[in-house]
């Protein structure tokens, strides 16, 4: 994080908050990292809808849109960490949610898993910006997703994980 920019107090903070440096960069999480894309599927069974969380501007690449997530704790794993941390940023409850699959960015000494999720039958998610890391948490359509600035390892990952969804089944 820029020495400008500090996280207010008061932030869901453990042992694996810290940088770690990678050749010429830094990488948040000295666990690594992991964060949660959340879909819902529109009634023609396709993806209609993913949770994205406005990054706060203090934060590394503020003010551009991406998936609840962040360091992982001592000890824990990569869809334990993606489901505390959409609780914690966004008031995903991880009851509502079924994993179906994960994308690994391996770095040489970090590694960041997106854990991708659909909503459970019958499960209800109103996400909101759960704590000061996000300026705002939403469901986003993906025909919204080119007039918003998003993250840009998200935006490049973005149609891979998108292949991680099962085939939807078409409603009605």
Same mark, same amino acid.
């Given at each position: 994080?820029?020495?400008?920019?500090? =996280?207010?107090? $008061?932030?869901? !903070?453990? @042992?694996? @908050?810290?940088?770690?440096?990678?050749?010429?960069?830094?990488?948040? $999480?000295?666990?690594?990292?992991?964060?949660? *894309? *959340?879909? !819902?599927?529109?009634?023609?069974?396709?993806?209609?809808? *993913?949770?994205?969380?406005?990054?706060?501007?203090?934060?590394?690449? $503020?003010?551009?849109?991406?998936?609840?997530?962040? =360091?992982? =704790?001592p000890g824990e794993s990569p869809g334990d960490g993606a489901l505390r941390e959409a609780a914690e940023e966004a008031a995903v409850d991880p009851a509502a949610v079924e994993v179906v699959g994960t994308h690994v960015l391996e770095h040489p000494v970090w590694r960041y898993t997106t854990v991708v999720a659909e909503l459970r039958p019958g499960a209800r998610v109103d996400p909101r910006a759960a704590d000061a890391e996000s300026l705002a948490v939403r469901w986003v359509a993906l025909s919204e997703l080119g007039g918003l600035s998003l993250l840009p390892p998200f935006e490049a990952a973005l149609p891979a994980l998108l292949d991680l969804l099962p085939p939807g089944v078409r409603a009605g």
């Open positions: 994080m820029s020495e400008s920019l500090k =996280a207010p107090a $008061g932030l869901h !903070r453990h @042992d694996g @908050d810290e940088w770690v440096e990678c050749g010429d960069h830094q990488h948040w $999480g000295r666990y690594g990292a992991a964060g949660l *894309l *959340l879909v !819902r599927r529109g009634a023609d069974g396709a993806p209609g809808h *993913l949770v994205l969380q406005h990054r706060a501007l203090w934060s590394h690449m $503020g003010g551009t849109w991406g998936i609840p997530g962040g =360091a992982l =704790a």
